[in-house]
């Protein structure tokens, strides 16, 4: 069993930034891919990013395209804690933001159906 819990969402302004934090306990985080997806109101969950493990110190990482060059997804293991860094924020970031936890190890998912643990979510308000 995982437990995932999100936070660090609120409002901010056009082009400001926030920063997401989601905290994981129940098993050890390195080993696993952690990803962040939202969900607009009307509209579908999607995936936002995903970060995993390669065994070397090294992280891989995977972004949509609509945050390319905007949000940042990264790790902090001996926290059991990954971060989404969100900068350049548009109103159509607005969105309930949650943290999932995959069994996946050397790739990188996007799907929903391949995240097993699923936080609550934090509202994101970005106003123009």
């Known amino acids: 069993q995982v437990q995932v819990v999100e936070s660090g969402g609120g409002l901010a302004q056009a082009g400001g930034s926030l920063r997401l934090s989601c905290a994981a306990s129940?098993?050890?985080?390195?080993?696993?891919?952690m990803g962040w997806f939202r969900q607009a109101p009307g509209k579908e969950r999607e995936f936002v990013a995903a970060?995993?493990?390669?065994?070397?110190?090294?992280?891989?990482?995977n972004y949509a395209d609509f945050v390319k060059g905007r949000f940042t997804i990264s790790r902090d293991n001996a926290k059991n804690t990954v971060y989404l860094q969100m900068n350049s924020l548009r109103p159509d970031d607005t969105a309930v933001y949650y943290c999932?936890?995959?069994?996946?190890?050397?790739?990188?998912?996007?799907?929903?159906?391949?995240?097993?643990?699923w936080g609550r979510g934090t509202q994101v308000t970005v106003s123009s």
């Open positions: 999932a936890w995959s069994p996946f190890v050397a790739v990188l998912p996007r799907a929903i159906n391949d995240y097993d643990y």
């Open positions: 129940g098993r050890t985080l390195s080993k696993y891919t």
């Open positions: 970060i995993n493990w390669n065994n070397g110190n090294q992280y891989n990482t």
